[in-house]
Nanobody
Framework: EVQLQASGGGLVQAGGSLRLSCATSGFTFDDYAIGWFRRAPGKEREGLSCISSSGSTTDYKESVKGRFTISRDKAKNTVYLQMDSLKPDDTGVYHC??????????????????WGQGTQVTVSS
């Protein structure tokens, strides 16, 4: 069974940091790019970041560049999203997703190979 489980969310003050984890199982980790998108009430999926299957290429939404860092650990089949300098606009449910390639322009509103339940991130002002 394919599983992607996001964790690490919580409530943090503006300017704070969180580290999200995406634990994966049920598929060949090295064959898939893994990315993060978030959902806020009434909004579409907002792609934030993606790391290629090899880990050699990363992509970030402009608004999170310099604040978020994505990485992957092959030994643990896990992808991380380090989030620093958080802002209230970063509030949402964060999901990780697997795709063969990182989506063009981080558009996660199309078909995804797999994604899991998200983790809530709330940034207070």
């Amino acid at each position: 069974e394919v599983q992607l489980q996001a964790s690490g969310g919580g409530l943090v003050q503006a300017g704070g940091s969180l580290r999200l984890s995406c634990a994966t199982s049920g598929f060949t980790f090295d064959d898939y790019a893994i990315g993060w998108f978030r959902r806020a009430p009434g909004k579409e999926r907002e792609g934030l970041s993606c790391i290629s299957s090899s880990g050699s290429t990363t992509d970030y939404k402009e608004s999170v560049k310099g604040r978020f860092t994505i990485s992957r650990d092959k030994a643990k089949n896990t992808v991380y999203l380090q989030m620093d300098s958080l802002k209230p606009d970063d509030t949402g449910v964060y999901h990780c997703a697997a795709t063969r390639l990182c989506p063009y322009e981080l558009d996660y509103n199309g078909a995804l190979d797999a994604w899991g339940q998200g983790t809530q991130v709330t940034v207070s002002s």
